[in-house]
């Protein structure tokens, strides 16, 4: 038996441009690896529930721009319901929940085109606020970060998710501002003033 007790670790590394080639290859223009790239959309065409859009950026502790940010979401339909979910079977269909998405190369803005999130229950039984779920990776950070939307024009205040957060203030950094007449602005901070609560889950 070979004895491998010489070679040592190698250095962690962030997933640098690797991340964008194998998930988004079709946003690249590498066209060819999948027909579509997977996690396109949350939604399908007859998505029950309000349409509303959703643009931010991603921004490092010096205030800068990361123009290589990729997220990923995953939310309930219009009724609170989660796909594969239920038992009921009651979950839109034309609702998948999850989508994977790029920031622009040039802009460093990222765009959602989803339906807004019904209340989804805690175990307890009180009712989560709606919510977006997000999970953040880029260029200088090993290990992917989770956070969540919520909404300016909601109940927020009885959510027992946000209520857990014992810095107050600091909630506002995972409210959506609405900009329109169904679209919200939403930028995560990675570090410093405004930092956006970030979840160990």
Not at 64 to 87: F, T, V
Not at 102 to 130: C, N, Q, Y
Not at 162 to 177: D, G, P, S, Y
Request: glycine share 12%; proline share 6%; hydrophobic share 35%.
């Amino acid at each position: 038996m070979q004895k491998l007790d010489y070679l040592k670790e190698t250095p962690s590394q962030t997933a640098g441009p690797y991340v964008h080639i194998g998930l988004t290859p079709n946003k690249l223009g590498n066209a060819g690896i999948y027909p579509v790239d997977l996690g396109e959309s949350p939604i399908r065409d007859g998505a029950k529930g309000q349409a509303i859009t959703i643009i931010g950026t991603v921004r490092d502790g010096a205030g800068m721009i990361l123009r290589d940010a990729l997220i990923e979401s995953w939310q309930a339909d219009a009724e609170g319901i989660y796909p594969g979910n239920d038992p009921r079977g009651g979950a839109d269909p034309n609702v998948s929940g999850w989508a994977r998405i790029i920031a622009d190369f040039d802009s460093g803005e990222w765009t959602l085109k989803t339906v807004k999130p019904g209340r989804v229950p805690f175990p307890d039984g009180r009712m989560m606020a709606p919510h977006v779920a997000l999970w953040v990776v880029a260029r200088g950070i090993n290990l992917g970060l989770q956070t969540r939307i919520y909404f300016e024009d909601e109940d927020n205040e009885s959510c027992p998710v946000l209520q857990r957060i014992e810095h107050r203030e600091r909630v506002n950094t995972l409210i959506a501002r609405k900009t329109g007449d169904g679209t919200y602005r939403f930028d995560i901070i990675l570090q410093g003033e405004n930092e956006t609560v970030f979840f160990d889950m």
